[in-house]
């Protein structure tokens, strides 16, 4: 299909959030890409790596800080291009009925009071809705307010459909419905909608409805991998080669360092870029990995991070920043997909509270570098105390400021489990313990 | 025909709509009548010093006047609310400046400009009664715009980021983007902030309606002025009569203004699901069903409404949305250079005039400035006193709480300006000072904001803490140390804020009086604000008006701040 004319193209499209110290922090490498007519393209990544903002940039909403966006060749000053989005929250105006609602966007186009109505109860009536015209979205399930959202995306006549995890907020029936009815009406071409571009971090989902897949990597983000699906719609969650498409994903994901060749796939696009370099303590808490040292040990020491998933009716995308704790702590390895308890993690998963904390604080300050400078900057005190605010400042420097105050929050966290540090929340101190 | 829905759903008559109807047009043209009187009265000649008559039939009218001078300042009050929060909330530079500024301007007493702002007033309208009126109107705008100014400003930031990009990609004009997403997602606040200031409001209008400045003496028909000159002529029933139809004034807001307008506003909550208990209004219920006001809307406002948005979209669409204004950033530069030189100017006159104090007027000030403070803190410790007990009674006995409330409402809608007259006569009578006067004043002003704040704390204690404090036998002192005092302790200061600003503003009119022909005065930075003006000592004005502000705005911000950041940190009650 390259013979077709990209509708989008970006060109070296980079973003960075100017911290209030006048540093920079880069949320996007420079990243080419082209969106080409007639294709669901999936950008996949976990949470917080960048891809809103990707959608954000593509679809006009944000202007990029390095290259540029360009819609059937011309760039994009000045004059909208004719897209729409479906929110993850719905992003309704929950003071205007459903079909008020589904009316604004005709209303800022500046449509007359009859055209309007009669198109809103025309999209109504496409995705489901009618009868529910002057109701206002308080009154609606969650599945019912994506229709509302998708219907006034719809309304316009988007070129391109922008979704932003349009299922995430919908309990896992309604969001199969409701992707069902959203394939039904592109397959059947019964919107004029020429390409839709999906953000999302559910594997399955991406594999389930996109033409292409973009797996985009962590901060600075770049694209890791993009490669097509080539499996036939209705696609099913039992075909074989819809389970190699996941894992394959699972594996980029889980490590990203390696390079993972897609068994017999065709690549679609640029090929991957820089990986990271510092290491960021992942968003888990203490118990949380005990839990799951525990967990894996009770299961024989071993198993596949997708059954596992599963079996604790988890999203992987809660899972792996626990599975990645453990990996960092030494208390277990990852391999293609699979997570094997070490020696240090059965001891820890046997071990009394006592023992826990004793092998916690080992790790800790053996493999995570922002544990051990605080254990030794605390020393260097004759008081061994600390504010909090030095080392955020600290991490200020390679992390956005929300990434560093989580960054920290994590660290006091398993600090105080490790006894490595007492912590004042009211003071915002950091006292340390001795041994 | 499909089409057809929406007008159907609407279209069933209920019987008693022609009595609303009548009742709503007979409303229209008595606003009608009142607007083309007033303007008459406004262009008349000044007529200082005229007589109030004291004949209970004359209280309508008063009531009327009254009562317009509340709807133009808050008129005012609305639209310079909307603009300043908008300024704020969308442009940072201007952010920057404007929020600190609102802090500074919450907290300078208005009152202390009331003398200043009128001799101004009646000077550039001379020989015209709309000097005074727009003095007046002036005033209650300053006491009851900064909250309302505050309160769209913090929910223009606190929209969600999803909402305000729905408005971008779909395109929303600047003119839909206010009137469906920022009007709407402020108008809660709007509604409760503009109770408040309205309530606040009373209280300035009956200090400014009558006072005497030197040998002048500016009266303005009305309820304030009633009240007082009632008050000098101790004039009982008369009194009774101007409290009678104060009370009745506030309680018909209530009814016909307030009520309806928040079960309005309920549309405008950002809920995910519909709320069971949500706030009703049988007007409202009224007006919804009126055919009358029905017909307006589809066949007048309607079609105009729609005429209008339409053509700001097409004129939006075909501008484009970033047409590039050569003026634009230089006329806003322009604007912010004058703005600071006028600031410099204004502050090195200011200077210079401080500097020409002498020092007895300096010692005076402090002083003052002291008995203030510890009258001020007497009346918040004896509001303390009594709240705190009573309003844990009844917040924790849901039946007790569904009877006082209502009580209490109307007797803190009474402005405690209104009431300082009679406290006066009350006090000469029985022989009481002008210090102890003062501290009653500041507590009848103050007291309701603790009484409902601790009531509404006691409320919002967890019903599972007080079983398990039953359950553990915790009882007495134990039972307020662990339960109660930490679970009403944000609401507290929340409410001493509020009283503390309240008090400080109260005791300009608290400690200085003009009263049956005498001067009541005592030691006070009130009563120094007051004398100065009287006597026309501008420096002392200043001095004392600065000194005020500057007193009101550090404990604000080395103790309330402090306090109230430990209550949300800490004491917290939440789910």
Redesign the interface.
Known sequence: MSHLEPIIEARGVAHSYAQPGGRCTDILAPIDLAIEPDKIVALLGSSGCGKSTLL?IL?G?VAPSAGQVLWHGQPL????PN???V???F?L????TV?ENVE??L????V???ER??RA?RILDTVGLDGF??A?P??LSGGMKQRVGFA?GLV?EPEVLFMDEPFSALDVLTAETLRGELMELWTTHRIPTRAIFLVTHNIEEAIELADRILVLAHRPASIRDDFSVDLPHPRNHTMPRFHELVDHVYKILTQPEETHVLPSARPAGAPATAAEKHVAIPHARSGGIAGLVEIITDRGGGDDLYHLAEDLMMDVEDLLPIVEAARLLGFAEVNEGDVRITATGRSFAEGDIEQRKKLFRQAALERIPLLRQIYHSLRAKSDHALPAEFFRDVLDERFSAEDAARQLETAIEWGRYAEIFDYD??SERLQGIES | M??L??ER?GAARRPGTLLTDAVIFAGGLATLYAVLGIGRNWLSPARPGAEITLAPAALPLYAFYSLWRMALAYVASLLFALAYGWVAARNRAAERLLIPLLDILQSIPVLSFLPGVMVAMVSLFPGREIGLELGSILLIFTGQVWNMAFSFYASLKGL?R??T??A??????AW?RFY??DL?AG?IGLVWNSMMSVAGGWFFLMACEMFQLGNHDFRLPGLGSYLQTAANAGNLPAIFWGLGAMIAVILLLDQLVWRPLIAWAE????????STQAPRSAVLAVLRKSAALRWLRRRAFGPAW?EL??RF??H??AD????ANVWRPLVARGAGVAAVALVLYGTMRAGHILMGLTSSELSMLAHGAGATFLRVQAALIIGLLWTVPVGVTVGLRPRLAALVQPIAQVAASVPATALFPVLLLVLIRLGGGMGLAAILLMLLGTQWYLLFNVIAGAQAIPTDLLEAARLFRITGWERWRLLILPGIFPYLVTGLVTAAGGAWNASIVAEYSRFQGHVLATTGLGAIISQATESGNFSLLLASTVAMAVIVVTVNRLLWKRLYALAQ??FRLEA
């Open positions: 954000r679809s909403l000053d000045g004059h909208p897209v729409a989005i929110f993850q929250s992003a105006f929950p003071w205007l079909i604004a966007p209303r800022a186009r500046g007359g009071a009859f109505h009669k109860l015209e002057t206002y308080k009154e006034r316009v929340s009211a | 499909r089409v829905t929406l759903a969600p999803e909402l990009e729905a971008t990609t779909y395109r929303f004009g839909q469906q997403l709407p108008a549309k405008f909550k950002f809920e995910q699901v519909e729609e948005t339409l979209a097409r939006q669409q484009g949305p970033k047409e940190n800490r």
